[in-house]
């Protein structure tokens, strides 16, 4: 089924006002008539003038069924007897057939999503054994503004089995009003779940954080993908998933965020600790470096210079001493050595 925009009614002032005069006309017929057969003698013309009124004034109103205000980005999927009539889209007063009824199985869905305000029908409080009554007009127009679903947090298993608490926010709109309206039952809840299975299967590929032999991009290479480093291009396999599975409800993704990304709380410590031991052995790796450097420099300008002889003894209570100075957490207290090594 193809969308088919219905163009070229844009005639709702025109009817509107059409009927209001053809109201006074037949309330001015009816009440002419009337007078006249009151009188001795009985005109067919003003009886026929008083029942054409009368059907008039009973059924005038039908018309007005059909008149429709369209504000801009909004759509209305219209129906005949069952059957697909056509979408109305832009702004504007419209007149269709007064027996078309307009179709959004999501006009009530709220989701937590902007655009979404609390816009339900009031359902008045029923007595004992009454049935609920429903006081307001459902809106059965769609929105063609782009709009934005902030799910919940889930949390998942990363490719390592560390459980992950992970967020988004997607921003879509609608692009085919047939599809939303028909192709799915309800295409907001649609969305929604489209949305939490597009994450699992995609957070499932990545660690948390960098790790060995972890092939993300499935070309048999391990890689340095992760959840963490690669927000950009994790966001972007996203959004092409969901977009996959939404193009049969006529819904465009036009961008995919992470808004919440941590380690679930019963596992968050632990990995707070080995974050802060793979920093410490890191900066402890980089100092050792460092000191073998100006260890190896100071012997080497020594004996260039001439300045002292040092035997291999010497030279490895020099390195001792100098290893000890520069890889200590404490300033070193100087020991003066006043007497001989030997």
């Not at 193009?247 to 974050?275: F, H, K, N, P, S």
Request: hydrophobic share 45%; proline share 3%; charged share 20%.
């Amino acid at each position: 089924m193809e969308e088919k925009v219905i163009s070229g009614k844009k005639n709702g002032m025109s009817v509107l006002f059409l009927t209001v005069v053809l109201y006074v006309v037949a309330i001015l017929g009816l009440v002419f008539g009337a007078t006249n057969l009151g009188s001795y003698v009985l005109n067919p013309r003003d009886v026929v003038i008083v029942v054409v009124c009368g059907l008039y004034l009973l059924l005038g109103w039908i018309p007005l069924l059909g008149l429709r205000v369209l504000k801009p980005q909004e759509a209305l999927v219209l129906t005949l007897f069952g059957k697909y009539y056509g979408t109305l889209k832009g702004a504007g007063f419209y007149f269709v057939n007064p027996f078309c009824v307009g179709v959004n199985p999501a006009a009530t869905t709220k989701l937590s999503q902007s655009g979404d305000v609390a816009s339900r029908p009031v359902v008045a409080v029923p007595a004992a054994g009454q049935v609920p009554v429903v006081t307001g007009m459902l809106d059965k127009k769609m929105s063609l503004k782009i709009q934005t679903l902030n799910n919940a947090k889930q949390k998942i298993n990363d490719c390592l089995g560390n459980p992950v608490e992970i967020g988004i926010a997607v921003t879509w709109r609608i692009v085919d009003t047939v599809k939303a309206a028909f192709n799915v039952d309800n295409y907001k809840e649609y969305l929604s779940l489209q949305c939490d299975t597009a994450l699992r299967d995609i957070v499932r590929i990545y660690p948390y954080d960098v790790a060995e032999n972890v092939d993300t991009t499935g070309d048999g290479v391990a890689d340095e993908g992760s959840l963490r480093g690669s927000s950009e291009v994790v966001a972007q396999r996203i959004k092409d998933e969901i977009q996959k599975k939404v193009d049969v409800a006529g819904i465009e993704i036009v961008d995919a965020r992470i808004t919440y990304l941590a380690y679930a709380t019963e596992i968050a410590a632990v990995m707070l600790q080995r974050q802060q031991a793979s920093a410490i052995i890191d900066a402890r790796k980089m100092i050792v470096d460092g000191a073998v450097g100006m260890v190896e420099m100071a012997l080497e300008r020594l004996k260039n210079g001439g300045m002292v002889e040092l035997d291999e003894e010497r030279k490895a209570a020099m390195v001792s001493n100098l290893l000890v100075v520069l890889c200590g957490n404490h300033d070193a207290q100087p020991i003066v050595n006043s007497g001989s090594l030997y």
